[in-house]
């Protein structure tokens, strides 16, 4: 077979090993995804660009323990139209690196590149594969969206990791096994009566949804999808050639495959049972207690809904009481936590009035009164001890450790706090 034109897009290009009739390759030469737009502070796609944040305002999930500096080495892995430029625009300090197979995705990112002045921003045609070429390692890896389209997924995550530091992060998006469940129904349906990646195959595919039953499984999925407004993200989504999905457990066996350590979701509040199931108390007994990834897949198949799956996942050699939280540890009150909640009320039907923390768009969560009142008090500065100690409580050794422990798993597992190690 054939290879990919390697024409340079900077003086160091290391080999493709795509051949050019690739299906995926040939699909991002001709379907630019995501959409194109000429400038990231456009307002159309200002959205799309805030949604990868900042490196400052992620590093509490992803390094809990704190970080030694802020200009990071940065390995954006399929990094299409825009990826890394926009890593590069938020952080203006880091060296971003974008690598992606499509040539036509890349001359876009370069434009973007020079028109908003992104020194620091690198860009190569490169597979995932191939990433150990690039002769350098990365402090931080994104690798969302891209992974589930290779032929080998292991493989990919494992270059990966061999040019992840020692403390560094990988930041994966997998799509997501039960909430795509429809996608996938359409995906054979076109497949089965010959829809192709062309504007007719297109007009097929915007027809057949305008003409779907209100309650076929795909709905829920598109209430939420960000990308079906074009032409790119409707053939992204429902003719792709190469799909592969992932329930809960099959993210953590990824991750072991390619030999890392799964470090956490980036929103926990979707795996763990306090949030979603707080009015099925008997469910809710039944998941809490069980290990974690237990919990997960317990969660994973009673909420049904993800469509994707955020999370991240870090080098087996990494020091783990950098990012493992001491839970039901004396080392845990001298942690610090940051709430990023709401605290409220709220009156159930009868009545009465509860205390609550609520994130927009997700159901507010009832707290009793000691969880409040700590909760209260995390401001990013004090301590656990101290902030139970303002919120009025005043046991001592064990018993303070067991009451901080309770109160603070519950936030963190409905994703309202984040904390830092000490």
Known sequence: MGYLNSTSMTDRQ?????????????????WLYPAPANDLRDPAVAQYVQSYGTLEGIAPIYWPAGLNRDDLDVLVAGCGTMAAACYALLNPKCRVTGVDISQAALAHEQRLK?????????????????????????????????????????????????????????????????????????????????????????AVVRETLANLPSDHPVQIYMRHATDLSSDAGLVDTFLHRRDKCYSAADCISLVNDADLVFQGWDQNFFYYPEGVFQRAPALQQRIAPLPDEKIWEAMDLAFGAKGVHYFHACRRDRDASAYRIPWNSPRLLDCIPT?????????????????ALAQPNLPPVLVDHPTAAM???????????????????????????????????LVWRCGFATLQLL
Request: glycine letters at 8%.
């Open 375 to 409: 909760f209260s008090h995390f401001d990013g500065r004090r301590t656990l001890r101290e902030c139970a100690a303002a919120a009025g409580i005043r046991e001592h050794d064990e018993a303070l450790v067991a009451i901080v422990d309770r109160c603070f798993k």
């Open 114 to 202: 020079a028109h908003h002045q992104l020194d620091n921003l690198t860009l190569l045609h490169c597979p995932i594969e191939q990433a150990g070429s690039l002769g350098k390692t990365f402090d931080f890896i994104a690798c969302q969206g891209v992974l589930h389209h290779m032929p080998d997924p292991p493989a990919g995550l494992r270059a990966l990791r061999d040019v992840l530091r020692t403390d560094g992060v990988i930041a994966i998006m997998l799509y997501a096994k039960y909430g795509r469940t429809g996608v996938y129904m359409l995906q054979d349906l076109f497949r089965t009566i010959g829809v192709e990646q062309t504007t007719e195959g297109v």
């Open 14 to 30: 290391p080999p493709a090993q795509y051949s050019a009739d690739d299906p995926v390759v040939a699909q991002y030469e001709r």
């Open 339 to 355: 709430g990023r909640a709401q605290l409220g009320q709220v009156r159930d039907p009868s009545g009465q009035t509860n205390w």
